[in-house]
T-cell receptor, first 114, second 110 residues
Framework: EPEVTQTPSHQVTQMGQEVILRCVPI?????FYWYRQILGQKVEFLVS????????KSEIFDDQFSVERPDGSNFTLKIRSTKLEDSAMYFC????????????FGSGTRLTVV | KNEVEQSPQNLTAQEGEFITINCSYS?????LHWLQQHPGGGIVSLFM???GKKKHGRLIATINIQEKHSSLHITASHPRDSAVYIC????????????FGTGTSLTVIP
């Protein structure tokens, strides 16, 4: 069964550093998403991406964050100048169409900011 | 504001019991997603539905659009079913993103 792959599975970074979280969506999917889950809290939507641009973003997704699809297969989330409160599990997801067909989540990257 | 409420928050069952987890939401939706999260943190999609009922193995998901309510049932529960079960909804008025409930933590005792 096709999978959404996220790397690394766990990343530790110093406060103030930049991190890039990487995702390889399912190959024929066109819609891409990032979510995060702070420990003990619910999963929250960050951003959706379609046709090489952001289609929706939440109020969490401020100027500290950016997304990119640098080639035909990767989808990245960049966090500039990380803060302690950015520590969370970050999930990538992809779907085939706007109706959400085949909506699939990756296994997540646990980001720890120290 | 999209509110998704799940009940119960925590559930302990004996192996073999029939389990029901409930999800209520406050807005019109275009889809509802049931997901499973294991202690390692990864999320696995169980069902995505917009009407009626879906069944996969021992899992059954139902949705009542008029009542804004969905249930996830597990028949003949097993200790390996122990996980957090999460309901998430996609509003009919916004984009493709899902809004998540806080989850139901299920423990099945042998």
């Amino acid at each position: 069964e096709p999978e959404v792959t996220q790397t690394p599975s766990h990343q530790v970074t110093q406060m103030g550093q930049e991190v890039i979280l990487r995702c390889v969506p399912i190959s024929n999917h066109l819609y891409f998403y990032w979510y995060r889950q702070i420990l003990g809290q619910k999963v929250e939507f960050l951003v959706s991406f379609y046709n090489n641009e952001i289609s929706e973003k939440s109020e969490i997704f401020d100027d500290q964050f950016s997304v990119e699809r640098p080639d035909g297969s990767n989808f990245t989330l960049k966090i500039r100048s990380t803060k302690l409160e950015d520590s969370a599990m970050y999930f990538c997801a992809s779907s085939a169409g706007r109706a959400g067909y085949g909506y699939t989540f990756g296994s997540g990257t646990r980001l720890t900011v120290v | 504001k999209n509110e998704v409420e799940q009940s119960p928050q925590n559930l302990t069952a004996q192996e073999g019991e029939f389990i029901t987890i409930n999800c209520s939401y406050s807005v019109g939706i275009s889809a509802l997603h049931w997901l499973q999260q294991h202690p390692g943190g990864g999320i696995v999609s169980l069902f995505m539905l917009s009407s009626g009922k879906k069944k996969h193995g021992r899992l059954i998901a139902t949705i009542n659009i008029q009542e804004k309510h969905s249930s996830l049932h597990i028949t003949a529960s097993h200790p390996r079913d122990s996980a957090v079960y999460i309901c998430a909804v996609r509003s009919e008025n916004t984009g493709n993103q899902f809004y998540f409930g806080t989850g139901t933590s299920l423990t099945v005792i042998p």
